[in-house]
């Protein structure tokens, strides 16, 4: 699922392929490959992806897990992945907001 991850943040963030693959450094094609989930990232391309999104690599892997655990866990455990995985949402929008005012 880390792959569903790094797509929804990049959708999340209004980002092209073209522009992050500019950004990170890395093929477009690559990108492509990566967020299908035909390649698998290494530790290298997530931290670019945590320091170019401003989250931490551990985020990036928990909202992975989290988009994987639907039908397997109990109702209660989900709810509290998902409250966390917002929180985790509301925190990277709050630093957007912070870096437009600034």
Do not use: C
Not at 7 to 32: A, F, M, N, T, W
């Amino acid at each position: 699922m880390l792959h569903k991850a790094l797509r929804l943040i990049r959708q999340y963030h209004k980002e092209s392929i073209v522009e992050l693959s500019s950004s990170l450094g890395i093929p477009k094609d690559k990108i492509v490959s990566l967020e299908s989930g035909v390649w698998s990232p290494s530790i290298e391309v997530l931290e670019r992806y945590a320091s170019h999104f401003d989250i931490p690599v551990s985020s990036l892997v928990f909202f992975s897990e989290s988009l994987g655990t639907q039908g397997r866990l109990s109702k209660r455990l989900r709810l509290n992945l998902a409250g966390k995985v917002l929180d985790v949402l509301e925190w990277v929008s709050n630093k957007n907001e912070k870096t437009e005012k600034a």
